[in-house]
């Protein structure tokens, strides 16, 4: 039976839908942060996936620094103690504690009763993982757990030279705006588990920056073959764009959600397998450098943010009351799509 006790509560689906909403107008945002409610899950998920929780937020702390004889200084700050910057140091202090743990702790705990066995250390290491990564990916957090370590996704290669820019490109073009609904609907989906989904709406999106190309066709494959004759793209292009197409259509019609498979055919790797295929071949096809992609983005947001500066610091010549003005951190604009309900 599927492990249940940790599934969004109704607030929480309500938060996601308004993400989703959000998203839909303004395109993905990845945040330099942890969000409260990223902290709150997990330390649900430490209180579930081990029956030594203690032990873990002791570590935690101890790495932070921060031991307090009072309180757990991680769970408080995961809980909403502190900004977002901090949260993150508690939560990799809290996951890099788990994950150490789960391989070496095996001191018995006293039950407290002379009658009563020793309680053994018990941790579910691959749960825990799999709900912080998912929860991650959700709030769209530039981090993860990933090859023993707590990282940057920013460092992982195919997040930062295919998915980031992706996104990034069909968000800032309203043109690709249907391109971007399915994208972001495929990275949603496979958050979420739903792999089958993810996996169908993410050759959906290529569908779409097709048709924003003015290119249509029955199928992908059709369209690629229709991208060469409306020269939207080489011959040398289509040579070596044809086998990874026919790849995407192949798995699309054999696994994806429209047709019948059995409940595990579509794995989280065949599911990011394919959006890192889509990103690339649209990435590519918008004959744009991913770097070229984020650093224009980038640019965008520091002009506006100089921008709104100068704005303030005039109204405040005008007025004559000098307020100090704010600088703008990473994950301001995510903020409000989130809500101030506290989901868990």
Same mark, same amino acid.
């Given at each position: 039976?599927?492990?249940?006790?940790?599934?969004?509560?109704?607030?929480?689906?309500?938060?996601?839908?308004?993400?989703?909403?959000?998203?839909?107008?303004?395109?993905?945002?990845?945040?330099?942060?942890?969000?409260?409610?990223?902290?709150?899950?997990?330390?649900?998920?430490?209180?579930?996936?081990?029956? *030594?929780?203690?032990? @873990? $937020?002791?570590? #935690?702390?101890?790495? +932070? %620094?921060?031991?307090?004889?009072?309180?757990?200084? /991680?769970?408080?700050?995961?809980?909403?103690?502190?900004?977002?910057?901090?949260?993150?140091?508690?939560?990799?202090?809290?996951?890099?504690?788990?994950?150490?743990?789960?391989?070496?702790?095996?001191?018995?705990?006293?039950?407290?009763?002379?009658?009563?066995?020793?309680?053994?250390?018990?941790?579910?290491?691959?749960?825990?993982?799999?709900?912080?990564?998912?929860?991650?990916?959700?709030?769209?957090?530039?981090?993860?757990?990933?090859?023993?370590?707590?990282?940057?996704?920013?460092?992982?290669? *195919?997040?930062?030279? @295919? $998915?980031?820019? #992706?996104?990034?490109? +069909? %968000?800032?073009?309203?043109?690709?705006?249907?391109? /971007?609904?399915?994208?972001?609907?495929?990275?949603?989906?496979?958050?979420?588990?739903?792999?089958?989904?993810?996996?169908?709406?993410?050759?959906?999106?290529?569908?779409?920056?097709?048709?924003?190309?003015?290119?249509?066709?029955?199928?992908?494959?059709?369209?690629?073959?229709?991208?060469?004759?409306?020269?939207?793209?080489?011959?040398?292009?289509?040579?070596?764009?044809?086998?990874?197409?026919?790849?995407?259509?192949?798995?699309?019609?054999?696994?994806?959600?429209?047709?019948?498979?059995?409940?595990?055919?579509?794995?989280?790797?065949?599911?990011?397998?394919?959006?890192?295929?889509?990103?690339?071949?649209?990435?590519?096809? /918008?004959?744009?450098?991913?770097?070229?992609?984020?650093?224009?983005?980038?640019?965008?947001?520091?002009?506006?943010?100089?921008?709104?500066?100068?704005?303030?610091?005039?109204?405040?010549?005008?007025?004559?009351?000098?307020?100090?003005?704010?600088?703008?951190?990473?994950?301001?604009?995510?903020?409000?799509?989130?809500?101030?309900?506290?989901?868990?």
């Amino acid at each position: 039976m599927r492990d249940t006790r940790l599934d969004p509560l109704p607030s929480e689906l309500r938060r996601r839908r308004e993400q989703a909403r959000w998203e839909l107008e303004n395109g993905i945002i990845w945040i330099d942060g942890c969000p409260t409610t990223v902290g709150v899950e997990v330390i649900a998920a430490v209180e579930t996936f081990t029956n *030594m929780p203690r032990r @873990v $937020l002791a570590m #935690a702390d101890q790495r +932070l %620094g921060e031991e307090d004889d009072r309180t757990w200084v /991680s769970a408080e700050r995961l809980r909403g103690q502190g900004d977002e910057e901090t949260r993150l140091d508690a939560l990799a202090a809290v996951v890099n504690a788990f994950v150490w743990l789960a391989s070496h702790d095996d001191v018995p705990e006293d039950s407290g009763y002379g009658n009563r066995p020793d309680i053994e250390p018990e941790y579910d290491q691959a749960a825990f993982i799999a709900l912080v990564n998912d929860r991650l990916l959700h709030a769209r957090v530039d981090w993860l757990f990933e090859d023993g370590r707590f990282q940057e996704r920013g460092n992982y290669v *195919m997040h930062s030279e @295919v $998915l980031r820019p #992706a996104t990034i490109l +069909l %968000g800032d073009d309203p043109v690709f705006k249907t391109a /971007s609904d399915a994208f972001q609907s495929a990275l949603t989906r496979l958050s979420k588990g739903e792999t089958d989904i993810a996996l169908t709406q993410a050759a959906t999106a290529l569908q779409e920056f097709f048709r924003a190309l003015d290119v249509e066709g029955n199928s992908v494959a059709n369209q690629l073959d229709n991208a060469q004759r409306a020269k939207v793209i080489s011959g040398a292009d289509r040579s070596l764009m044809k086998p990874l197409i026919d790849w995407v259509n192949a798995d699309r019609s054999d696994r994806g959600n429209a047709h019948r498979h059995r409940e595990g055919d579509v794995t989280k790797a065949d599911a990011w397998l394919m959006m890192h295929v889509v990103g690339a071949l649209m990435v590519r096809l /918008s004959n744009r450098e991913p770097r070229d992609i984020i650093a224009a983005r980038e640019k965008r947001e520091a002009d506006a943010e100089r921008a709104s500066n100068e704005a303030a610091s005039l109204a405040r010549e005008s007025t004559g009351i000098d307020t100090p003005s704010r600088t703008s951190e990473p994950w301001d604009a995510p903020t409000d799509r989130y809500g101030d309900d506290t989901p868990f």
